[in-house]
C-alpha cells in the first residue's frame, strides 16, 4: 500500500503542547487466516483503550466492497463494535478491490483520493487524505454564589432557629396552612443565611487535580526547596533529602487521589450522569453538551418558547377537533364500594422513612439543602408531618409546594445547543412537596391495584415492571408470529410534548368517573393541579412566573403516574380491532401479525390508528406523524419486500423503517439484533476508553465501581432479549467485556481472559442472559413479575400420576423454527428453567435464589 498523508491542525490561543497520534501499519497475507479476526479484535480493542487517536493503515486483503463476502462482514464487525470507522470506499488494487483500508479512531479523515499507479510500480494504488486534529480548550473560570456546609453546620442551625411549637397543631384552613408553610420556609431561610450565607466563589469546571490539596501541596514546595538547595551547593545530604521529600509527595498524591474518588464514588453512586460528566471532565473527554445555554438566550427566552409550544399545540388540536368523531368514547361510574373518598394521614415513623430514602437533591425553592434537612429531620420532623397530614385532611396543596423552577434538559448531547427547540422543560419541585407527592401516590397506587383499575398492558412506573419486562412480551409475541411463518406489523407512536398538554378537566373526570377518586381526595388533586406556577432558572437568571394551565409536571412524583391514568381508555379502543399493544407511559407500541398472503389483515391497524388519532384529538394529544415509526418483522420475501415499499398507515403517513428504537433497543427486521449490539460495544468502549485513563489513580474496588456503572448497566439492560442469539453477536459482548477485565485487573493482552474473568466473578455473557432469564421466571412464578409475563408459563402437571409430577418443572411450548420462536421467552425460560437442580429452584427467598443461581452458572462457566 502507497499512503500520502497530510496533517492539519486548528490554531488554539495559548496551546502550545503538541498533539500526537499512534499510527499502525497493517498487512494480512491473503488465503483463509482464521485466526486474524480475533487476534485483530483483540490488538485493536487494547489499542484504542490505550490512546485518543489511533490511526490504522495498511493491506489487509479483505474485499470489504462485496457485500456478501463473509470475511468483510466480520471484519467490518468488529470496527463497527469498537467504533472505528473505514475511510476508503474505491477499488485500491489493479483487479478493482478495496484491500487497503484507512482506519481511524478520534480522528477526523477527510479528503480520501485514491489515484492509478502505473502496473510497473505496484499493483496497489496510491491512497491519500487529510488528517484533522483538533484540541479542546479548557474552560475559563467563573463566579457563582454558593454555601458553605460544615459538620458544625447542623448544630448552629438548630441553637439559632427560632420555637416551632406553635406550629405542630393541623391547621384547620387553607389560608392558615399557606400561612404556616410560607413562615417556616422562612424562618429555614433565614436561620441558614445566618449560619451559612451565600458567598461568591470562583469556580473553574475543568480543574485538573480536583485532589489536590493543602497537604500534598506542602509536600511538594518542601520537595522543590530541597531540590533548589541541591542545586545550589551539590551536597549529598540535600540531595538525599530531595529524594524523600519527593517519594513522600507522590505517595501523598496518590494517597490524595484515590481517597478523592471513593468518596465521589461513595456519594454518586446512584447519580450516573454526575459521574459521567465528572469522569468526562477529567479525562478531557468533556463534549459541548449546551449547559452554557444563558449565553444564548435568556431566561425568559426559555419560558416563552415553553409557553408558546405548548398554546401552539393546543391550538392545533382545537382546530382539528370539529373535524373528528370519537365512535368509542368510554367512561367508567365506580360503585360507592370502590371509591377512594380520603388520605389517611401518617406517622411519624413513616414520615422519616420516606425522607430517608428520598435522594437528596435540592431545588433552588428549598429553604436548606435537602441534605441537612434529612441530617435535622428528627428535631423538625413534628411541623413537617404536620404540614403533611394538614394537606391531606383537607384536600388541599400549599401554595408554595405549586412553584416550580423549570431546568431546560438538552433532549440529546448531539443536538444543536442553540436552538430552543432541542429542549425539554424539567420541573424541579421543592424536596417536601415531592415528600407530600410520594404519600399521596402511595395510597393511591394501593387503591388502583387493589381493585384492579391499572391496564395490564401499561408497564410505566408500577411495581414488578419495567422496560425489560414490557418488551420480553412484545418481542416473545413477535418471535412466536414468525415462528408460525407470519409477517408482523410494528407501530410505535409518538405524542408531542404529551405530559405538557393534558387537559385538566378531563384528568379530573377521569379521576371521578373511571377512577372512582371523590370527597376530599378529588379535592386535594383538584387543588394540586389549579393555580401552578412555574418559571425557568438559567445560571442564576429567573425569568417571569408563568401560569399552568395544562398539563402534569414533568420531574414530579405524580405526573407519570397521572398520566397513565389519563390514559386509561386506551386499551379499549385498541382491543376493539383485534390489536395487540403495550405501553410505557406515553410510549404505545402497536403490532399485529398476518400471512404473507392475507396482509389485508393490516387494515385493522390502520383503522385502529385513525381511531386512536381521534380520540387522542378529543383528549387534547396530538399524534407527531413524523416521529411515528413503522417496522415489518417477518422472514426476508418477496411478500415482505414489497410490503417495507408500500406500507402507509390512514392519519398518520408513515413508512416502514429498516430499524426502530424500541424503549431503549433498537428492533430490526428479523429481531436478531445486530443493530442493537453494536451500539452497546460502541457506548461501553467510549466508556471504558475514560476509565482506562483513570484507571492509575483508582483503587481496585473504585475502578470496579466505575466499570459496573457505566459498562455492566449497559451489557446488562434488556439482555433478555438476546437468549438464543447467534454465537457471532454474543461474542462480540464478550469482546466488550474481556476488554474490561483487562483494564480493571491490568492484565497483558495476549494472557488468558478466562481465569481473570473467574476471579474477578464475572459471569459471562452467554450466562448472564441466562441468569437474567431465570430470574424473571423465578419472579413470574412467584408473584414478582407482571401478569402478562406469568401468563405465558405453565407448571407441568401429567394426565396420570408420575414421579415427575412434583419435580416443579414448567411446560415447553412446541416451536416449528428454532431460528425465531427457540428465542422465544416462553421457550427459553421453561427449557432453562427444567435444566436448573432442584435446590436453585426450590430457593425461598429471591436473594437466596441469586445466590444459588450464580453459584450454579458460575460453576457451569468455569469448572
Not at 430552543?420 to 395510597?443: C, D, G, M
Not at 389483515?601 to 386512536?612: A, H, I
Not at 464475572?762 to 419472579?779: A, C, G, N, V
Request: one cysteine or more.
Amino acid at each position: 500500500m502507497v499512503l500520502h498523508i497530510t496533517l492539519s491542525r486548528e490554531t488554539i490561543v495559548n496551546d502550545k503542547s503538541p498533539m500526537t497520534f499512534v499510527l499502525a501499519t497493517v498487512y494480512r497475507p491473503p488465503g483463509h487466516h482464521t485466526d486474524f479476526l480475533q487476534e485483530f479484535a483483540d490488538f485493536i480493542s487494547e489499542l484504542v483503550l490505550a490512546t485518543d487517536k489511533v490511526l490504522i493503515v495498511g493491506d489487509f486483503n479483505i474485499h470489504v466492497d462485496i457485500e456478501n463476502d463473509a470475511l468483510a462482514a466480520a471484519f467490518t464487525d468488529i470496527l463497527n463494535s469498537i467504533g472505528v470507522r473505514q475511510h476508503v470506499s474505491g477499488p485500491t488494487h489493479c483487479r478493482n478491490h478495496t484491500l487497503d483500508l484507512i482506519l481511524s479512531h478520534g480522528i477526523d479523515v477527510n479528503a480520501v483520493e485514491i489515484l492509478q499507479q502505473s502496473d510497473d510500480i505496484s499493483d496497489h494504488y496510491l491512497v491519500s487524505c487529510i488528517l484533522q486534529m483538533t484540541k479542546t480548550v479548557n474552560s475559563t473560570p467563573y463566579y457563582k454564589y454558593g454555601r458553605t456546609i460544615t459538620s458544625t453546620t447542623k448544630d448552629c442551625f438548630l441553637s439559632n432557629l427560632p420555637d416551632l411549637s406553635e406550629f405542630l397543631s393541623m391547621s384547620n384552613s387553607s389560608e392558615k396552612l399557606d400561612d404556616v408553610t410560607e413562615t417556616i420556609d422562612s424562618l429555614f431561610s433565614r436561620t441558614l443565611d445566618t449560619v451559612a450565607p451565600l458567598r461568591l466563589r470562583k469556580i473553574k469546571e475543568n480543574s485538573p487535580t480536583p485532589w489536590y490539596n493543602e497537604h500534598t501541596r506542602a509536600l511538594k514546595r518542601a520537595a522543590q526547596k530541597m531540590e533548589r538547595s541541591w542545586r545550589k551547593t551539590k551536597l549529598e545530604v540535600f540531595r538525599t533529602a530531595w529524594q524523600e521529600c519527593t517519594l513522600s509527595y507522590r505517595k501523598a498524591l496518590k494517597s490524595a487521589r484515590s481517597d478523592y474518588f471513593s468518596t465521589l464514588l461513595e456519594e454518586n453512586k446512584h447519580n450516573p450522569r454526575y459521574l459521567f460528566n465528572t469522569v468526562a471532565k477529567l479525562t478531557k473527554n468533556k463534549e459541548p453538551t449546551g449547559t452554557d445555554y444563558a449565553h444564548q438566550h435568556s431566561s425568559n427566552d426559555f419560558m416563552n418558547y415553553f409557553t408558546s409550544k405548548i398554546d401552539t399545540i393546543r391550538d392545533k388540536i382545537v382546530t382539528m377537533q370539529p373535524s373528528i368523531t370519537v365512535s368509542h368514547q368510554i367512561v367508567r361510574y365506580r360503585s360507592p364500594g370502590e371509591q377512594f373518598n380520603s388520605f389517611s394521614t401518617i406517622g411519624q415513623e413513616e414520615l422519616y422513612k420516606l425522607v430517608k430514602s428520598s435522594k437528596p437533591t435540592t431545588c433552588m425553592l428549598d429553604p436548606i439543602p435537602s441534605r441537612l434537612l434529612k441530617e435535622m429531620l428528627p428535631d423538625l420532623i413534628d411541623p413537617l408531618l404536620n404540614i403533611i397530614n394538614s394537606s391531606l385532611s383537607l384536600g388541599y396543596v400549599p401554595k408554595t409546594f405549586k412553584l416550580a423552577a423549570i431546568k431546560p434538559l438538552i433532549k440529546k448531547p448531539q443536538l444543536d445547543p442553540n436552538e430552543l427547540t432541542n429542549y425539554r422543560p424539567i420541573s424541579n419541585l421543592p424536596f417536601l412537596s415531592k415528600i407530600l407527592e410520594k404519600v399521596v401516590s402511595s395510597q393511591l397506587s394501593s387503591f388502583l391495584q387493589k381493585n384492579d383499575i391499572c391496564e395490564d398492558f401499561q408497564s410505566g412506573f408500577r411495581p414488578y415492571h419495567s422496560t425489560e419486562t414490557a418488551l420480553i412480551r412484545v418481542t416473545n409475541d413477535l418471535l412466536l408470529s414468525s415462528d408460525r411463518g407470519c409477517i408482523s406489523l410494528l407501530v410505535l407512536l409518538d405524542l408531542s410534548a404529551a405530559f405538557d398538554t393534558v387537559d385538566h378537566n378531563i384528568l379530573l373526570n377521569r379521576l371521578e368517573n373511571y377512577v372512582g377518586i371523590s370527597g376530599s381526595a378529588l379535592a386535594w388533586f383538584k387543588s394540586y393541579l389549579s393555580d401552578r406556577h412555574q418559571f425557568v432558572a438559567v445560571n442564576d437568571e429567573v425569568s417571569y412566573r408563568s401560569q399552568v394551565q395544562y398539563g402534569v409536571p414533568q420531574g414530579s412524583v405524580l405526573g407519570p403516574l397521572l398520566f397513565t391514568l389519563y390514559m386509561l381508555p386506551l386499551g379499549d379502543i385498541i382491543r376493539k380491532y383485534g390489536v395487540s399493544f403495550h405501553c410505557y407511559a406515553d410510549d404505545t407500541q402497536l403490532y399485529i401479525s398476518s400471512r404473507p398472503g392475507e396482509t389485508y389483515q393490516f387494515d385493522k391497524l390502520t383503522d385502529c390508528v385513525v381511531e386512536l388519532k381521534n380520540w387522542m384529538t378529543s383528549n387534547f394529544l396530538l399524534l407527531n406523524s413524523e416521529k411515528t415509526e413503522v417496522l415489518v418483522i417477518g422472514p426476508k420475501t418477496s411478500a415482505c419486500n414489497n410490503l417495507k415499499h408500500c406500507l402507509i398507515l390512514d392519519g398518520c403517513s408513515v413508512n416502514s423503517s429498516p430499524s426502530v428504537r424500541n424503549l431503549g433497543v433498537l428492533f430490526d427486521g428479523n429481531l436478531s439484533f445486530e443493530n442493537h449490539i453494536s451500539s452497546i460495544c460502541k457506548t461501553a468502549f467510549f466508556h471504558l476508553k475514560n476509565i482506562s485513563k483513570l484507571r492509575p489513580m483508582l483503587s481496585m474496588s473504585n475502578a470496579e465501581t466505575l466499570i459496573h456503572a457505566f459498562m455492566t448497566s449497559r451489557l446488562d439492560y434488556c439482555n433478555a432479549l438476546l437468549g438464543g442469539c447467534s454465537a457471532r453477536l454474543i461474542n462480540k459482548l464478550q469482546l466488550v467485556q474481556n476488554a474490561a477485565a483487562r483494564v480493571l485487573t491490568r492484565t497483558k493482552k495476549y494472557d488468558h481472559i478466562s481465569p481473570v474473568l473467574s476471579t474477578l466473578h464475572w459471569l459471562p455473557i452467554k450466562h448472564r442472559i441466562d441468569f437474567k432469564i431465570l430470574l424473571i421466571t423465578y419472579k413470574a412464578l412467584n408473584g414478582l413479575a407482571p401478569q402478562y409475563l406469568s401468563e405465558l408459563l405453565s407448571h407441568y402437571s401429567p394426565s396420570h400420576p408420575l414421579r415427575s409430577q412434583n419435580s416443579g418443572n414448567l411446560i415447553i411450548p412446541r416451536i416449528s423454527k428454532s431460528t425465531a420462536g427457540g428465542r422465544s421467552f416462553s421457550y427459553l425460560a421453561p427449557k432453562l428453567w427444567n435444566h436448573l437442580p432442584y435446590n436453585v429452584r426450590d430457593a425461598d427467598t429471591l436473594c437466596q435464589f441469586k445466590s444459588r443461581l450464580k453459584t450454579h452458572l458460575f460453576n457451569l462457566a468455569y469448572t
